[in-house]
């Protein structure tokens, strides 16, 4: 049973991300009483109870955020969490750093890249897996120097190929 919760609590750590992702940073934050929770997130913060007031005040409304969002999930948007889980636990610790590098990269973006960056990502994922798939490998053969012309040209909403170095018509960057 305790894995359970253990499992359940970082399942809804994970779940508060998107919503923490779109917060700014504003007056400090106010403490969140173990008694202005409901019982279902007393149950899912259960392993807190005890040590509850002495969390950061930062920490516990993330915790009370992310069980009132687990809690308001369907079976499919929980089986999907618990998957994202696993899959966050089975990475090597690099690469989950290199992870949080990133998204302390995009937290520190202004609010209108980063609804970019978001639109960018909403429409990537509207592509075909086989197209995905496929600019995934034409990104990580390219040069840094292609890679910019993909990322200048995607600006533009003009997809198309990124020729070698010296073939693009714009002169080399030195």
């Given amino acids: 049973m305790n894995k359970v919760r253990r499992l359940l609590f970082t399942l809804l750590c994970l779940a508060a991300l998107p919503v923490l992702a779109q917060e700014s940073p504003a007056a400090p934050a106010a403490p969140v009483t173990w008694s202005s929770l ?3 997130q007393q149950q899912l913060l259960s392993r807190y109870g005890t040590q509850w007031n002495t969390l950061p005040a930062e920490r516990q409304q993330a915790l009370a955020r992310g069980t009132e969002r687990w809690l308001n999930m369907n ?6 969490a618990r998957e994202r889980f696993q899959h966050w636990n089975a990475l090597p610790p690099e690469q989950k750093q290199a992870l949080r590098n990133r998204w302390q ?3 520190a973006l202004p609010p209108e890249q980063r609804a970019a960056v978001r ?5 990537f994922q509207q592509l075909p897996p086989q197209r995905r798939q496929m600019l995934r490998e034409q990104w990580r053969a390219a040069t840094p120097q292609q890679r910019q012309q993909m990322l200048e040209r995607a600006r533009q909403g003009r997809p198309g190929p990124v020729h070698p170095p010296g073939r693009s018509g714009l002169p080399p960057h030195h």
């Fill in 105 to 107: 990269s995009f937290k």
């Fill in 119 to 123: 639109q960018g990502f909403r429409r």
């Fill in 38 to 40: 409901t019982p279902q």
């Fill in 75 to 80: 079976t499919a948007q929980r089986d999907q």
